[in-house]
């Protein structure tokens, strides 16, 4: 599996981005999608998830109605929109792949997303 993110960049707060993660390699049906992001000297946490068949969505505290994770089959893709940023979002972001019966699990490259002024 390769996982490519992309939509990265330098925004001012309040401004949006969307990231995107383009999945191949095997079936992108069978896999739920993360977003995580990981800012200096903090731990890596997840920020976002949604279900194989873009059923079911988590988000974390810190982002609820603000992000917006989503997916489409078709494109083998997915999508995390940033609205409302703010500095604190500044991070690198990782899209992450899990196989819904293995639990086996992928990662990208990540993607910088700074919010400043």
């Known amino acids: 599996v390769q996982l490519v993110e992309s939509g990265g960049g330098l925004v001012q707060p309040g401004g949006s981005l969307r990231l995107s993660c383009a999945f191949s390699?095997?079936?992108?049906?069978?896999?739920?999608m993360r977003w995580y992001r990981q800012a200096p000297g903090k731990a890596r946490e997840l920020v976002a998830a949604?279900?194989?068949?873009?059923?079911?969505?988590n988000y974390a505290d810190s982002v609820k109605g603000r992000f917006t994770i989503s997916r489409d089959n078709a494109k083998n893709t997915a999508y995390l929109q940033m609205n409302s940023l703010k500095s604190e979002d500044t991070a690198v972001y990782y899209c992450?792949?899990?196989?819904?019966?293995?639990?086996?699990?992928?990662w990208g490259q990540g993607t910088q997303v700074t919010v400043s002024s």
């Open positions: 992450n792949a899990v196989h819904f019966g293995t639990r086996i699990n992928y």
């Open positions: 390699g095997f079936n992108f049906n069978n896999y739920g």
């Open positions: 949604i279900s194989s068949d873009g059923g079911s969505t």
